[in-house]
């Protein structure tokens, strides 16, 4: 079953489109506490957000926003704004879709049904962005990106590849040659000073997270990744 979350501060509007979903067996949540809005999120583990925009404190854009450091899934924007500058504010704060007010049932129903599709339908496995998580720490491979909490780090590609072995091996020792294989086709003509420069730049991308001594060197066999961070603490 497919799991719809709705935030809507209007509860007339949050009441029929909860109803309405519901009758075509989806699991449905509608949140109420617009402050801490992910922490609903995280426990209800949502395959579809609609999202207003106009919500108490801090608008759909910033939640939109803080969804987006946490999870892929996709995020239709419900509003009464009709500018198109609203639209294009939706998709660049990492909407997928975007639905005006007052709007037709089916329509909303139509939409949610070809953002699930497009997720996780048969088409949508190759498309589907990876994510590496250890405690908060989070990868993203094919962005080059490293995120703790709200802050980020890009990354060259051997960078992100040397990363995603050590979450990968943790909290097992990930072996030079493992590094070595995934990095480069032939490791006879690599130097092996290679990998150390390489791993010092891993070192100090950890750094400008603010994560120090997370990178063991093991004598003789590799590197360890260990956690010594607080992704909690990091938002």
């Known amino acids: 079953m497919d799991k719809i979350m709705i935030v809507e501060d209007d509860p007339k509007i949050a009441g029929y489109l909860h109803t309405f979903i519901e009758k075509y067996g989806y699991g449905v949540f509608t949140e109420k506490d617009f402050e801490n809005l ?65 709007f037709h049932p089916d329509v909303v129903m139509a939409k949610i049904r070809s953002q699930l599709r497009r997720a996780y339908g048969e088409y949508a496995v190759r498309n589907q962005e990876r ?41 097992r020792v990930a072996g030079r040659e493992d590094l070595l294989e995934k990095l480069w086709d032939d490791q006879t003509f690599v130097d092996e000073n290679t990998l150390n420069v390489n791993m010092t730049r891993v070192r100090r991308k950890f750094q400008e997270l603010g994560i120090t001594g997370a990178i063991e060197t093991v004598r003789g066999a590799g590197y360890r990744l260990h956690v010594t961070w607080n992704g909690d603490e990091r938002g």
């Open 131 to 171: 994510i590496l998580q250890l405690d908060g720490l989070k990868l993203f491979p094919e962005r080059m990106e490293l995120r703790l909490g709200e802050d980020f780090v890009n990354l060259s590609k051997k960078e992100a590849d040397i990363i995603e072995i050590l979450i990968d091996r943790h909290p």
């Open 38 to 102: 992910m922490d609903g999120f995280r426990r209800f583990q949502p395959d579809l957000v609609l999202l207003d925009i106009n919500l108490p404190r801090f608008d759909g854009f910033y939640w939109c926003r803080q969804i987006r450091l946490e999870s892929t899934c996709p995020v239709i924007f419900i509003s009464a704004r009709t500018e198109e500058m609203d639209q294009v504010r939706a998709l660049e704060n990492g909407g997928d879709d975007f639905i005006t007010k007052p």
